[in-house]
Structures are given as structure tokens and as C-alpha cells.
């Protein structure tokens, strides 16, 4: 079984590697001017030449920093203001629907009212962050509390439990599931909303490395610059991924 | 009919944004309100009305929803298309995981500059950012919803003797269809937010950059307008495909957790 899950790792590698050589290709090639599309082994110049001799390492610090303190903000917010609606029937009634209004809008309409309030500034992008981020955190809270089997609930009145024990015992572990789904989505919208916020006030990180770059025609900083952010968004998926399998893994599999 | 609608919805969902909103008026006038950053609802209200009049509004809204479709309609047939052939080919499938995984990652504002750079300003760059962010999520759910056919119906097309095409038509769409729908109304949302998001940042056209506009002219009174507009576009596409969705597929399209 692990033997051909290998074996189909590396074919899928290889195609991927056969990919590579079609791009290094079609830049050696002239097909599509060198201007726009560096080859592979440019690409990958400037991104080692970036990362030892100029402050592409920095950028990508300053850009996963960004993401983090902004998605560990909005989860903090999303779970605490979820639960607290989420326990109540009567707060779900006045709140739920304006929560379920606002949620459709696009995160990134915030940040013209984020610059109004906080300038082009490090509080501006982190403001657009957590808010963007917030939505998905926010509402699992609030269904994954409404979902609890009421029978739960039952019990915990009849054990006598505090509104605090019921939350840390049995609604949060039960609302788990989908809180940690809306933090996976929340991560990749941090990502998104960092990347954009640091191309509109120039502070450092990726997003205004890859916009300076395209702006002076340097393609190769360009990719070298999109090749690290598709890392910094595969291995922040992935550890979420597994940590995600970690804390359910007591959960029936099916 | 529609009586019996009006008293069963529940008041109490509304009574928060209303109160928000007599609050902010009330503050408002009371303040003597001069600022850049805010606005009393009923200047934003006024600020929207002239928007409407003049037809900014409008065609603004179309530049948005023209890109967020086109690129919609683009990415989401390729993501479509291969969704297909990666969940009846499982060879297809399985050779192309490592690539498809390492490029679906990008977030979809990296690639800003890069279209930037080939097309400049305008609807090609924007239209390919929107394909690109839209095609992902269309290929795997349309590839989950292809795989999660009931296999009998696979077995039923083979023994009717059924060519490819058949069975791409009579068999794999129709079943597949309600969580194909699924998946494109959350692309339809994906679509939009994208677009907004590359007029906020870059592209000088559209919805996004009318507010961007706003803001930089200190008019917080359009700003907040076009935020509604904006939101009430959002929130109107989700409720008809939502609407739509019930409607044509009722049980059979239950969403399913983005992957």
C-alpha cells in the first residue's frame, strides 16, 4: 500500500519536474518574451541570490509575521465573540443575521475605511486582516455551538456545570471540527489580505517585494518573490493540516 | 402568500442593524459631525442616491461584475474541465498531484504583479487574476463531486455500451450536478472578492477602486456607500444561487466543508 503511494509521489514529481523543463523550455525558446517570463533556473538565481545577498529573507519574515499575528488575532476574536453568541439563543437571534449579512463582503472593501482610520500603517493591515479573517472563525463558532446535541446541554445541567464549564467542556470540543475548518480558511484570507495591505503601504514583506519588482521589470525578483509566497501558503496549509489531524484525532474516522 | 411571510420572519435579527444605524444618525447630529473617516447614514444614504443618479454607480458595478464573471466563466470551465477528468482518471489524478499542489497554494494577490507586468491596467489583468484564484476550488470540488458518483452508475453506463461523451453527459454531469452547483456558488463569491481585491490594489476601474477614489478624496460618505453597495451585491448573489440552489437540488446539494 505505502509502496505505490511512492511510487505514485515520485510519478507526479516527475511530471512536475517534466513541467519545469516544458517552462525552462519555452523561456530559452523566446516564446513568450524573457521580460515577462523568466526561465526556472533565473527564477531560482534570484530567489537563492534574494534570500543570501539582499533582504528577500526579511520580506518573507516580516510577511509570515504579518499573516500569523493577524489570524491569531481574528481566531482569538471569532472564537470568543462566537461563543459568546453561539451559547445563547437570544443573542443568535439579534446577532446571527447581521453577522450572516455581513459576512459576503469582500474583505479587501475594508481596507479604503481601514486607511481612513489608520493611515497607511502596520494598524491598518493588521485591522483589515483580522476583520477579513475573522468570518469564517466567527460563524463555525457560532453554528458549531448551535449544532451541540441538545441532550448535551441537558446533561450539563443536570451535572450542574457553570456557563464557562459547558463552553470549555462540551461546546467548544464539540464546535471543534468546524472551528478549526474556518481557521484553515482564515489563514489563507490572512495570507491574501498581508500580501495586499503590504502592496498598498509599502511596508516591508513579500507583497510589496513581488509589486516593486513587476513595477521595474525585474521578472525574475517577480517569480522569485510568487515562489515564496506559494511556500509560505503550501507549508502554513500543511501544518494546519496536521495539527487539524492532531486535536480531532479523537474522533470516530470514517 | 405574502402575508403569512411577513409575520413569521424574526424581527429581533433586524432590530440590531436598525438600532446601529438610528444610533449612528442620532450621533451624528448631535456631534455636529466633521469628519473624513466617518459619515452620518444619511449623508451616506444621499451620497449613494447621487451615485445612482449620475450612473457612476452602475457602471462601476458592471467593470466589477464583468470581470469577476469572465474570469469566472474562464477558470471555471478549465477547473471544470480538468475537475472531470481528474476524478474519472485516476491515473490523471494522482500524476498530477504534486503539481497541482505546489501551484494552488500562490495566493491569489501574488500573482497581481505578474499579469501587471505582462497586460498592464485593465480587464485582461484583472479577468486572469479572477481565472486563476476561481480555477483551483472548481477543480477540487468538481473533481470530489465526480469521484463521489455511486459507482453502479458507472458499471450501468458501461453496460449500456456508452462512449465517453455519454457518459460525460448522461451519466457523470447530471449526477455530479447539484455539488457541481455547490461549488459554483462559492466560486461566484471567490469571482467577486478577487476582483474587488485587484481594483483595491492595483487595477484602476471598478467597484474596488471607486471606494479606494473615495477614500483618498476624504469622502467618507460614497466610501461607506459604495461599502454597502458592495455588500449588498455580495450578500444578493449568494441569496439567489442559495435560492436557486434549494430550488433545483433541495437535499442533494447539502454544502460540503471547502477543502
Known sequence: MSGSRIFWFLASLAVAAGFIVLWQYVADARLISPAFLPGPNRAWAALVDGMIHRDLTDQLISTVMRMIYGWLLASTLGIAVGALIGISPTARAYLLPTLEMIRPLPASAIIPVSIAFFGLSERMVLAVIAFGALWPMLLATVHGFAAVEPRLYEVARALGLSRWDVIRKIALPSAMPDILAGMRIGLTIALILAVVGEMLTSTEGLGQWVLFAGRSFRASDLFAGVILLGAVGYVSATLLGAAERYLLRWRISH | ?259
Open chain 2, 1 to 259: 402568500m405574502t402575508g403569512r411571510i411577513w409575520w413569521r420572519i424574526d424581527w429581533r435579527g433586524a432590530a440590531v442593524p436598525i438600532g446601529f444605524l438610528v444610533i449612528a444618525q442620532l450621533a451624528a447630529l448631535n456631534g455636529d459631525l466633521q469628519s473624513d473617516n466617518l459619515a452620518a447614514p444619511s449623508d451616506v444614504a444621499v451620497a449613494c442616491w447621487h451615485a445612482i443618479i449620475d450612473g457612476t454607480l452602475f457602471r462601476r458595478t458592471l467593470e466589477t461584475l464583468a470581470s469577476a464573471l469572465g474570469g469566472l466563466a474562464l477558470g471555471g470551465s478549465i477547473g471544470l474541465f480538468s475537475g472531470i477528468l481528474f476524478g474519472l482518471f485516476q491515473t490523471v489524478d494522482r500524476l498530477m498531484n504534486v503539481t497541482v499542489e505546489a501551484v494552488r497554494p500562490i495566493p491569489s494577490a501574488a500573482v497581481i504583479p505578474v499579469f501587471l507586468l505582462i497586460f498592464g491596467f485593465g480587464f485582461p489583468m484583472e479577468v486572469l487574476i479572477v481565472a486563476f484564484s476561481v480555477t483551483w476550488t472548481m477543480l477540487i470540488l468538481t473533481r470530489a463531486a465526480v469521484a463521489g458518483i455511486e459507482t453502479r452508475l458507472l458499471e450501468v453506463s458501461r453496460a449500456l455500451g456508452f462512449g465517453f461523451g455519454a457518459r460525460v453527459y448522461k451519466i457523470i454531469l447530471p449526477a455530479a450536478l447539484p455539488r457541481i452547483f455547490v461549488a459554483f456558488r462559492l466560486t461566484v463569491a471567490i469571482a467577486l472578492i478577487v476582483a474587488v481585491t485587484v481594483e483595491v490594489a492595483a487595477n484602476p476601474q471598478g467597484l474596488g477602486y471607486t471606494i479606494m477614489l473615495a477614500e483618498q478624496t476624504l469622502r467618507p460618505d460614497l466610501m461607506f456607500a459604495v461599502l454597502a453597495w458592495i455588500g449588498l451585491i455580495g450578500w444578493a448573489l449568494n441569496a439567489v444561487l442559495l435560492w436557486t440552489q434549494r430550488r433545483l437540488f433541495g437535499m442533494a446539494a447539502i454544502d460540503e466543508p471547502a477543502p
